[in-house]
């Protein structure tokens, strides 16, 4: 999964505007901005975060994001006639654009809830950062939209209050038990001010382009035990087509096949019931030590330490 360039620029800057040198990091990480895997996004974090260790990156990343994170998808929301139909377009198409998160939506009395939950088992410190900025993306999303008071949005966090003061009039509510905003319901049948008939329709067909793109590229879910030729075969092209999009994608194979792993040794790692030598084997690794070797490259722990941490 390749991080999109924006995200990562906004985190780079701020850490550098904050006095951090990341150069000799991303040296020995082979961190490029428009090239950046999930493995690498969170050593990114991860070392951003030790640099700053009395930062709230999540608020601070936060509010810096703008809809253009996730375009296409935030211009069709922003650009669409009514928030109602705001938030279909959302619902549609989040799982291409949701960067490992997931998008819920549900009536709550008279109040529509927008509860965030993350589809990776990321681990609980860059749970707070990512969820976090996240939400207040959404909320500045939803914003643009209608003419809300500050206070017709609620923003729920589960983690405490840090010392840093939001701005004045947003309410915030801590310790809860999930990520979400809740807004009004009758909110979601007003015009929105940003309504624009042609940047909805430019929107969507990007979106439907990248759509087609993610089904297309589905064959790569299996890549952890496969080899090229492997899915070349499943796809019915020729391997030099698998390359071609690979690179059209700005991916390697190797790096994905990494990438890809990672994420499934993640998931695996939170199954109690799975010894490691069983995780390594179901990943391809004959011999598990191999496994912990290359698992401490992605997450610079070992694969037990790493579900200790997440028990």
Request: hydrophobic residues 40%; contains cysteine.
């Amino acid at each position: 999964m390749l991080i999109p360039s924006i995200l990562v620029d906004t985190y780079m800057d701020y850490a550098e505007e904050q006095g951090v040198d990341l150069a000799k990091f991303c040296s020995e990480q082979n961190i490029v901005k428009d090239h950046v895997e999930l493995t690498q996004y969170f050593l990114l974090l991860d070392w951003i975060g030790r640099q700053l260790p009395d930062h709230d990156l999540g608020e601070e990343i936060g509010w810096r994001f703008t809809s253009q994170l996730f375009d296409p998808i935030g211009t069709a929301i922003i650009s669409s006639e009514t928030l109602s139909s705001g938030l279909d377009v959302a619902l549609k198409y989040w799982d291409v654009f949701g960067i490992g998160l997931a998008l819920l939506s549900r009536k709550h009395g008279n109040n529509v809830e927008l509860e965030i939950q993350p589809t990776l088992p990321i681990n609980e410190k860059y749970q707070k950062i990512i969820l976090k900025s996240a939400i207040i993306c959404l909320y500045k999303i939803i914003l643009q939209i209608l003419p809300f008071k500050a206070s017709d949005i609620h923003i729920f966090f589960k983690g405490e209050k840090n010392t840093q003061d939001f701005p004045s009039g947003i309410y915030i509510g801590y310790h809860a038990t999930e990520w979400k905003i809740r807004f009004p319901e009758h909110f979601l049948a007003e015009k929105s001010f940003c309504a624009n008939k042609l940047s909805f329709e430019r929107a969507i067909t990007h979106c439907e382009q990248v759509l087609a793109v993610y089904h297309q590229n589905q064959a790569f879910d299996h890549v952890t035990m496969h080899t090229l030729n492997d899915i070349a075969q499943i796809k019915s092209v020729s391997t030099k087509t698998v390359y071609r999009q690979l690179k059209q994608q700005g991916q390697n194979f190797q790096k994905l096949q990494q990438s890809k792993k990672y994420t499934q040794a993640m998931m695996l790692l939170n199954q109690k019931e799975l010894s490691i030598e069983k995780i390594a084997e179901t990943l391809g690794y004959q011999d598990p030590s191999n496994f912990t070797r290359a698992f401490k490259r992605w997450a610079h722990v070992s694969p037990s330490l790493y579900r200790k941490q997440n028990a």
